[in-house]
T-cell receptor
Framework: AQKVTQAQTEISVVEKEDVTLDCVYE???????LFWYKQPPSGELVFLIR??????QNEISGRYSWNFQKSTSSFNFTITASQVVDSAVYFC???????????????FGKGTKLSVKP | EAQVTQNPRYLITVTGKKLTVTCSQN?????MSWYRQDPGLGLRQIYY???????DKGDVPEGYKVSRKEKRNFPLILESPSPNQTSLYFC??????????????FGPGTRLTVL
């Protein structure tokens, strides 16, 4: 069965520290998609990144970077030089692309609450 | 501006009083879906629609109805709301690729309280 585990419930760092949010997933499909979403205190869900199972290249976007490793079923997210505005709950999610079941259903992890203190 | 909109954003109602939460997207997306977010349970899919007139159940469809008469709109209907449907609801939409949506973009959320 598909599952996403974010073992870190809460993380607190001081501004300018680097922080890594862990995500481990389980799936039987060979074709799947992985996502990260940000939920700031205002409550909306903001899309950050999508990765498909055939693309293991790491990605960097400004202070954000993602490390996808199929060998360990992990899709970790690193924020470099964290800022107070990064404070939010971050969700990792999995979507299986093969037919059967709910197509497009995003399986979310429980989220990691990141607090960045000045 | 490309967006998913939901109305109302906040709603307090009483048990049994039918309500509809509207969802609209202006990105011409084929795929739309509804999720609910609850403490300790996370986000779970209620219903989804692959395209106009095509809807199907997600993980937690009991007590909800949806319709997809137009591409841009995907309302969520609670015929007889109960307190256990108190939750934060999100609508999402995304372009379709073979087998499902590409990326899902979420609306701002609707906080529903059923007394």
């Amino acid at each position: 069965a598909q599952k996403v585990t974010q073992a870190q419930t809460e993380i607190s760092v001081v501004e300018k520290e680097d922080v890594t949010l862990d995500c481990v997933y389980e799936t039987r499909d060979t074709t799947y998609y992985l996502f990260w979403y940000k939920q700031p205190p205002s409550g909306e869900l903001v899309f950050l990144i999508r990765r498909n199972s055939f693309d293991e290249q790491n990605e960097i976007s400004g202070r954000y970077s993602w490390n996808f490793q199929k060998s360990t079923s992990s899709f970790n997210f690193t924020i470099t030089a964290s800022q107070v505005v990064d404070s939010a709950v971050y969700f990792c999610a999995l979507s299986e692309a093969e037919y059967g079941g709910s197509q497009g259903n995003l399986i979310f992890g429980k989220g990691t609450k990141l607090s960045v203190k000045p | 501006e490309a967006q998913v909109t939901q109305n109302p954003r906040y709603l307090i109602t009483v048990t049994g009083k039918k309500l509809t939460v509207t969802c609209s997207q202006n990105m011409n997306h084929e795929y739309m879906s509804w999720y609910r977010q609850d403490p300790g349970l996370g986000l779970r899919q209620i219903y989804y629609s692959m395209n106009v007139e095509v809807t199907d159940k997600g993980d937690v469809p009991e007590g909800y109805k949806v319709s997809r008469k137009e591409k841009r709109n995907f309302p969520l209907i609670l015929e007889s709301p109960s307190p256990n449907q108190t939750s934060l609801y999100f609508c999402a939409s995304g372009p379709s690729i073979a087998g499902g949506p590409d990326t899902q973009y979420f609306g701002p959320g609707t906080r529903l309280t059923v007394l």
